[in-house]
């Protein structure tokens, strides 16, 4: 059997991690799309067949491979491709602007651009916008070199990794809320050492169905699943009614979601009646929850809710386990959970002392997954790596049984009369009431150079709320000073490509009075 180690040592990358699992039962399903559905073998060759077409274009070890594509096959098989060639790949965020992933394309030195056909012309304004050596389709186009067609006269024998550990592997790029987007370089060793091996055994393989991009946490999951003889189930996109009768459909058994997301799963009609008693767990990350809606999908669903809390900067730093998911234990359940295994949490205040149990500061990390540093932006790097610890920004607390709480981004957080308001305080009330689906409070400064307090607040489908009943909640709770002076209705929240409700938008529209004419 040819060697798929890495010339000269016994390392081996992720993508022969994946590679060995596919080898493992070449005949069962390993993707689903569409009605597609492709074998561990076929795509294992689809791999083997893409990493040859790559290198006969020019593609080479070290060089930077972006990816502008929609959650497909061909997606994820080009992304291991690129990775046996020892490539630094990276696959651009679909909801950011042209102009952003102009920036991120220019700025890792992206050599070539795989293009998914549907992408066509956002792939024009890239072209225009930064310069790449050259650009392959993952399918047939009247302007580009089709990868496919050229794979599929490629021979599908094992092909090497070129990869070395040191080598770049992956760039993950910040959300770019607060200006220009921050790139992080990770290693293919880094990488590696985070796809342990499963355990054996276990008649029952994962099925994990991906309704989100495949980049960052769900990317990495679809990643373990394959590695774990399991198969996954790709959607286009979000849909609640069909991501449930997906569940039943599909037998699934572990899923990715990013809140609302869970909360539209218990609130859709057809919620009642599909049958879930596949799942075994429900993931979620990307933004702080509401206790009380968490409450919600327990109840529907079981015990199943997992919540990973990290950074792109620091990796994972908590997770909320299944157990952990209680109604009865609000305080808790309103936590990220107990800081993983490798992880040392510390929070501190402004002078950098650390803080006791229970007193709100900066949460600073210290791991073997915090970042080197953000790609070319040393300043940058500076203000957040101190004596060994990643600043995160984020604002939040430690119980005494270990528990972290993240309150809120140290640059969301209001100040009104130098009092410090919390707005997932405010946000959770709000989600509360059995008429909320969601909700998002942030801060407006005023023409009188104060902070006020401004709410948007998503109603239940179909329900109509009256407003002052929500402020008087409030006011009860948390006093004239957290009051709204301004409370709006939308339909659903603007999201930043990470999925976080776009707290930097809704101000833009609150500043201007259009939140509920532009949302």
Known sequence: ????????????????????????????????????????????????RMARALRRQGVDRRQTVTILSGTRPEALAVRFAAGLVGCRVHHLNNSLTAETQAAIVQDIETHTLIVDPGYGDRAEELTGLASVAQVLSLGP????????????????????SRARPQDICVFNYTGGTTGRPKGIAVTYEEISGNYTAPPAGGAQKPRLLMCTPLMYTGGVMA????????????????????????????????????PPMPYQLVDHPASVTTDTSSMRTVMYAGCRASA??????????????????????????????????????????????????????????????????LEHGEICVRSKTVMRGYWKQPDESDAVLKDGWLHTGDIGFLDSNGYLTVTDRARDMINVASDHIYPSDLEDLLNSHHLV?????????????????????????????????????????????????????????????????DKQRLKALASTRKVESEL
């Not at 580009?144 to 006269?153: I, M």
């Open 223 to 258: 990643d373990v699943v394959l590695m774990s003889e399991g198969t996954v189930v790709l959607h286009d996109g979000f849909d609640a009614g069909e991501v449930l009768a997906a569940i039943e459909r599909e037998r699934i058994t572990h899923i990715f979601l990013v």
């Open 292 to 357: 009380s809606r968490l409450a919600d999908v327990v109840r529907r669903f079981g015990p199943v809710l997992v919540q990973s809390y990290g950074q792109n900067e620091a990796g994972g730093i908590s997770v909320l386990a299944s157990q952990d998911h209680d109604p009865s234990r609000p305080g808790v359940l309103s936590s990220a959970g107990r800081p993983l295994p490798w992880v040392t949490v510390a929070i501190r205040d402004e002078a950098g002392r650390e803080l006791p149990p």
């Open 437 to 501: 689906a969601d909700s998002a409070v942030f801060g407006v400064l005023g023409d009188d150079a104060i902070e006020h307090v401004h709410a948007v607040v998503v109603p239940v489908p179909g329900e109509t709320i009256n407003p002052q009943k929500l402020l008087e909640m409030v006011r009860e709770a948390w006093g004239e000073i957290c009051v709204p002076i301004q409370l709006g209705f939308t339909d659903s929240l603007p999201r930043t490509g990470a999925g976080k409700p």
């Open 1 to 48: 059997m040819a060697s798929h180690l890495a010339a000269g040592s016994d390392f081996r990358t992720h993508v022969e991690k994946i590679l060995a699992g596919l080898e493992t039962s070449p005949a069962r399903e390993a993707l689903v799309h569409r009605g597609r559905r492709t074998t561990a073998l076929e795509l294992r060759a689809m791999v083997f």
């Open 141 to 160: 186009s009247d302007t580009r070199t089709d990868l496919l067609e050229l794979a599929a006269q490629e021979a599908a024998d094992p092909f090497p």
